[in-house]
């Protein structure tokens, strides 16, 4: 085999007067001339975001992630109407119809503030990312003994009052 068998450049010629010129060949892409000094040259460029459609990606249509976390809120509620609770049973006492007011605050507010907080916290579980802070657990079952000593507190206050009725 000759060097010459597999030289096709005759081909490559226009033929008539008609005929347009050959292109130039396309440069090299691992030529070295193709790089700059960072590495990357003429064929590097940045990836362009594109919809579903072809078309290009609009801000919005990109989903975002939000971090959900612990209804705090809920718990410093359920935690201030236990103590208030406590702070009215001892300041009142047993000799009042107001220690009902007491157990009210302590017993089916902070209770229920307590179960909204969790139904709230079960619901940001649920979302893609949820952060729990360490602390998080030991707040819960903090503010569930408050909210329990208060409730007996104020329990005992009552019955002490009706039985002195």
Do not use: C
């Given at each position: 085999?000759?060097?010459?068998?597999?030289?096709?450049?005759?081909?490559?010629?226009?033929?008539?007067?008609?005929?347009?010129?050959?292109?130039?060949?396309?440069a090299d892409?691992?030529?070295?001339?193709?790089?700059?000094?960072?590495?990357?040259?003429?064929?590097?460029?940045?990836?362009?975001?594109?919809?579903?459609?072809?078309?290009?990606?609009?801000?919005?249509?990109?989903?975002?992630?939000?971090?959900?976390?612990?209804?705090?809120?809920?718990l410093l509620?359920?935690?201030?109407?236990?103590?208030?609770?406590?702070?009215?049973?001892?300041?009142?006492?047993?000799?009042?119809?107001?220690?009902?007011?007491?157990?009210?605050?302590?017993?089916?507010?902070?209770?229920?503030?307590?179960?909204?907080?969790?139904?709230?916290?079960?619901?940001?579980?649920?979302?893609?990312?949820?952060?729990?802070?360490?602390?998080?657990?030991?707040?819960?079952?903090s503010a569930?003994?408050?909210?329990?000593?208060?409730?007996?507190?104020?329990?005992?206050?009552?019955?002490?009052?009706?039985?002195?009725?």
């Amino acid at each position: 085999m000759s060097p010459g068998q597999w030289d096709f450049s005759e081909f490559n010629h226009a033929r008539g007067s008609d005929a347009a010129a050959p292109s130039p060949a396309p440069a090299d892409p691992v030529s070295s001339a193709a790089f700059d000094s960072q590495g990357f040259g003429a064929y590097a460029s940045a990836p362009v975001a594109v919809d579903g459609f072809g078309g290009p990606a609009s801000a919005s249509s990109t989903p975002s992630l939000s971090t959900a976390r612990p209804p705090f809120g809920m718990l410093l509620l359920a935690v201030g109407t236990s103590l208030l609770a406590i702070i009215a049973s001892l300041l009142i006492g047993q000799g009042s119809a107001l220690t009902l007011v007491g157990w009210l605050l302590a017993g089916p507010l902070a209770f229920g503030l307590l179960a909204t907080f969790s139904a709230k916290d079960a619901k940001a579980r649920a979302m893609p990312v949820y952060v729990e802070p360490t602390w998080a657990s030991a707040a819960y079952w903090s503010a569930v003994v408050v909210t329990f000593v208060g409730v007996v507190l104020a329990a005992v206050h009552v019955a002490s009052w009706v039985g002195h009725l």
